[in-house]
């Protein structure tokens, strides 16, 4: 076939999957933006059951955390309406809540049991008392630690530590000959990752992001006790390279044997107990996130959560998934087939109430932890913003990813503690003075 | 004089053109194996290479999980249509640049270059609102459009480089023969550039193919390509190294296949003109 033909064959075929192309309908089914993690997948896998008993199909578009986070967010502003439901989390709902860009699931069914719902994640995810968005599974943090490890290192680990007995067990713990570290932490830039973490940490340590008039608090003794604790522990006790390493890495270490102590989401625990994945899968113990005596725990909240933009046209058929999605009855049909270790923790009073839950290993720490935490009084000095290891206002992502990036450098050497800190302090007040609130 | 070329130079000059293949190649190759591992093989410490027990199961995971062929058409069509639109576009653009010279010329060829440098987040929104109104969103073909647009710069350029290769004397002898415009572009110029109109079609099919950026922000359930079924494979929280690496094979088979039967034609284009 000449170049010519090939050609004209090529453009014809482009003009008229083109034609068809324009012409992409939106079938009447709902369409799902979510993320790729394991209970959002197992979800997927029963959308069956939900679609034979309703006659609603699902479409679903999986993504991961950040590019979610992006895809949903222009959606929403410019009214795309591309998606009926959103899976969003506890930062996001309570600022979109209160644009209006939600729909109120106010009038949830009886059945649904909306009283049932743990009341840290109903409070997370509500805007002047309204729920917003429904919880999927929802997470803190805590400590799964090597129970073999604190035996040979002749320690016992308390059920609720501080920070300095932490540090003395990561360096008790350490054997370098052997490529163990005392501790694994998140030290990865970005607001999601080690900024989340060393926020949480500065409540326990006294530090705040900004006081009651919006100021930035980096220049006070709290936050350089907080980032110089952190740095010598790490430099001591923890993995090499440890400023990159976020959840993932962190999750690998801790599953090949290679961390003492692992402070991070509470959902890790189902990973690291998996004898399928682990090999330290029966060695695993779990403690409350630690602090330092001042009133504070370091350990976060967060709730992936299901939500209707206010822009969709299928309000109803949304709002009937969500019932099904985030029901006891699903929690039950998750047991039936998987065991009550894969259901979506963290969201129903009911489940931590079962005796069947109860017998897992990590149920009744996770509850601790998830009671532990309030979004609503995270500081020991009062602070004017609404969460614990985010302040809920739309300037924080961007402000606290640049400054986890300067920590991120900290940590790594390339900077002192002293310049992140000066350097987080001019950001953040720089953004904030910009955003109107100074 | 011929310049003499020792034998130990070639053996020099070969070994280094090896171990550059061999470091681009690399990632590819880890991807394909990882692929064929279990998750916990896959973050094994030290890497495993080759002693591990080969599995299919990833394959299996991602093709239940997920419509690879939907995906997979999506992308042929996206990346195909928009080579094709942007190629209909850049060669009477280029042949006017190249044989009908004004003096802006080479000016507008550098805007044309500079609107790449634009970060595309840049304009996010307003291309999202644009495609909101025309109700684009998540179709075929608006991301045919953009990324057509998003390439054109490229493909101009390309074809412009060539056709400034070809001799105008030739194209002004078709026309003393009575050759009207269109039959100098179609049986003159177009024939005598098939190398570069081939390695144009070729190269920006394949920046089609990989345009990541706005087939993730511009389509849902209906128009994703391949990149957003990768995508699905990516998670910040979760081990899921080994399905992602099949999900990633699986992308990235087609246009390793179409680059490998191609690159004569490909490396011909990209050096035509190269030496005179």
Not at chain 1, 84 to 92: A, F, H, K, L, S
Not at chain 1, 142 to 148: C, K, L, P, S
Not at chain 2, 35 to 61: C, G, H, M, R, V
Request: with cysteine; hydrophobic share 45%; net charge negative.
């Amino acid at each position: 076939m000449s170049f010519k033909s090939t050609l004209c064959a090529a453009t014809a075929l482009s003009l008229i999957t083109a034609g068809g192309a324009f012409a992409d309908g939106h079938a009447k089914t709902i369409t799902i933006a979510t993320v790729n993690n394991g209970d959002m997948i197992r979800m997927q896998g029963y959308t069956d059951h939900f679609t034979e008993a309703t006659g609603i199909s699902v479409e679903w578009v999986t993504l991961e955390e950040n590019v979610l986070r992006q895809r949903v967010t222009t959606d929403i502003t410019t009214k795309g309406g591309a998606f009926d439901i959103m899976t969003i989390g506890m930062y996001e709902t309570p600022i979109w809540g209160a644009n209006g860009w939600l729909v109120a699931l106010d009038d949830l069914s009886d059945d649904y049991d909306v009283q049932d719902l743990l009341p840290a994640m109903a409070g997370g995810l509500s805007h002047d008392g309204k729920l917003f968005a429904a919880p999927f599974y929802g997470e803190s943090s805590m400590i799964m630690y090597r129970a073999d490890l604190m035996e040979k290192a002749g320690l016992e680990m308390p059920d609720a530590p501080t920070w300095e007995f932490i540090g003395q067990a990561a360096a008790a713990m350490t054997d370098r000959d052997n490529e163990i570290n005392g501790i694994c932490l998140r030290g990865k830039a970005g607001w999601g990752e080690g900024g989340a973490f060393i926020t949480a940490m500065s409540n326990s340590f006294g530090a705040r992001w900004f006081d009651e008039d919006w100021n930035a608090q980096f220049d006070t003794d709290a936050w350089a006790n907080t980032l110089t604790f952190y740095k010598d522990m790490m430099d001591a006790a923890g993995p090499t390279g440890y400023a990159t390493n976020g959840f993932n890495e962190n999750l690998s270490l801790f599953q090949q044997g290679k961390c003492g102590m692992w402070i991070d989401a509470t959902v890790a625990a189902s990973f690291v107990t998996n004898p399928n994945d682990s090999t330290v899968a029966d060695k695993v113990g779990f403690a409350l996130a630690p602090d330092t005596g001042l009133g504070k725990r370091s350990n976060w909240l967060w709730a992936w959560a299901l939500a209707i933009p206010a822009g969709t046209q299928q309000q109803a058929e949304a709002k009937q998934f969500i019932e099904w999605a985030t029901s006891k009855d699903y929690i039950e049909l998750v047991a039936a087939n998987e065991g009550w270790a894969n259901v979506p923790p963290g969201a129903r009073t009911s489940l931590y109430e079962n005796p069947n839950y109860q017998a897992v290993p990590f149920a009744k720490m996770t509850l601790d932890s998830i009671l532990s935490a309030d979004p609503n009084d995270s500081t020991v000095d009062p602070s004017p913003y609404v969460g614990i290891q985010f302040a809920a206002i739309p300037e924080f992502a961007g402000i606290a990813t640049e400054v986890s990036q300067e920590f991120s450098a900290a940590y790594a050497g390339q900077q002192t503690i002293a310049v992140a800190l000066e350097k987080a302090q001019a950001i953040t007040n720089e953004a904030m003075e910009a955003a109107g609130y100074r | 004089m011929a310049r003499t070329v020792t034998t130990q130079r070639k053996i020099l000059t070969t070994a280094a053109a090896w171990t550059i293949c061999l470091i681009i190649f690399f990632p590819i190759y880890w991807t394909i194996l990882t692929s064929f591992k279990t998750e916990a093989q896959a973050i094994n410490d030290p890497p495993l290479f080759f002693a591990f027990d080969w599995t299919l199961e990833n394959y299996a995971i991602v093709q239940e999980r997920s419509d690879y062929m939907k995906f997979l058409r999506n992308s042929v069509i996206i990346a195909g249509g928009s080579t094709i639109l942007g190629i209909l576009i850049a060669i009477p653009a280029a042949w006017s640049m190249a044989f009908v010279p004004s003096r802006r010329t080479k000016d507008i060829l550098l805007w044309m270059l500079s609107t790449k440098m634009l970060p595309a987040v840049g304009v996010l929104y307003p291309i999202s609102l644009i495609f909101v109104r025309f109700d684009l969103l998540d179709t075929r073909g608006g991301l045919m459009v953009v990324i057509m647009l998003i390439n054109l710069p490229i493909i101009v350029w390309m074809l412009y480089t060539y056709f400034k290769e070809i001799p105008g004397e030739i194209l002004e002898a078709s026309r003393m023969d009575g050759a009207t415009l269109k039959e100098e572009l179609l049986y003159v110029l177009t024939p005598m550039a098939i190398p570069g109109i081939a390695s144009t079609l070729l190269l920006n099919f394949i920046l089609a193919w990989n345009e990541a950026f706005w087939t993730l922000n511009l389509t849902a359930a209906n128009a994703a390509p391949l990149t957003a079924f990768i995508a699905s494979y990516s998670s910040p929280e979760g081990l899921f190294f080994a399905k992602l690496s099949a999900a990633s094979t699986m992308a990235i088979a087609p246009i390793l296949i179409l680059g490998w039967f191609s690159q004569k034609q490909l490396v011909r284009g990209l050096t035509f003109g190269a030496v005179k």
